[in-house]
T-cell receptor
């Protein structure tokens, strides 16, 4: 099992560009989520999904879009990148929101 | 808004010392999880505590859930350089079982020097 995979590992964008961070899991988990991690701020929930076709907003959803067409994949889209979105992004999957979260290795994004 | 406060934020100690990290909230949680995160990697679960007053041991690490299920502590005995990392607590299940989301503390960054 690969667990949770994320691509790319690193990305540099210019302000206003758009991009998609990819996330996939092979554990057949219904629940998937995206977090951003900033120094001194811990992990903050961006969006989450409790199953294919169902998504909802977390604590910091502005500027991000998600969709869940399959159980395995949960991409995160940045519509128009801003320097405030410079962060490390983690995708996670689990059996439910309050259960053990299995995290991917993260994507380090820099927006210039 | 439910918050989990972790203290201390940073901790730098010598190999062999003992340490305790705290995770406190004004809210009751049905479970409390502890994760460790190493540089360049995602967090990995260490333990989950679910019963008030529960104590769990993982080798040199001892985890305790407060009687009122509002706080937790992580104690490391005889710390080693391999314990270096970011320790995160996360509370779950306070508002509707498994459909709720975890609330993460801001973390304690531990550095253990040889």
């Amino acid at each position: 099992n690969a667990g949770v995979t994320q691509t790319p590992k690193f990305q540099v964008l210019k302000t206003g560009q758009s991009m998609t961070l990819q996330c996939a899991q092979d554990m057949n988990h219904e629940y998937m989520s995206w977090y951003r991690q900033d120094p001194g701020m811990g992990l903050r929930l961006i969006h989450y999904s409790v199953g294919a076709g169902i998504t909802d907003q977390g604590e910091v959803p502005n500027g991000y879009n998600v969709s869940r067409s399959t159980t395995e994949d949960f991409p995160l889209r940045l519509l128009s990148a801003a320097p405030s979105q410079t962060s490390v992004y983690f995708c996670a999957s689990s059996y439910g929101g309050a259960y053990e979260q299995f995290f991917g290795p993260g994507t380090r994004l820099t927006v210039l | 808004t439910q918050l989990l406060e972790q203290s201390p934020q940073f901790l730098s100690i010598q190999e062999g010392e003992n340490l305790t990290v705290y995770c406190n909230s004004s809210s009751v949680f049905s479970s409390l999880q502890w994760y460790r995160q190493e540089p360049g990697e995602g967090p990995v679960l260490l333990v989950t505590v679910v019963t008030g007053g529960e104590v769990k041991k993982l080798k040199r690490l001892t985890f305790q859930f407060g009687d009122a299920r509002k706080d937790s502590s992580l104690h490391i005995t005889a710390a080693q350089p391999g314990d270096t990392g970011l320790y995160l607590c996360a509370g779950g299940g306070s508002w509707g079982g498994s459909q709720g989301n975890l609330i993460f503390g801001k973390g304690t960054k531990l550095s253990v020097k040889p």
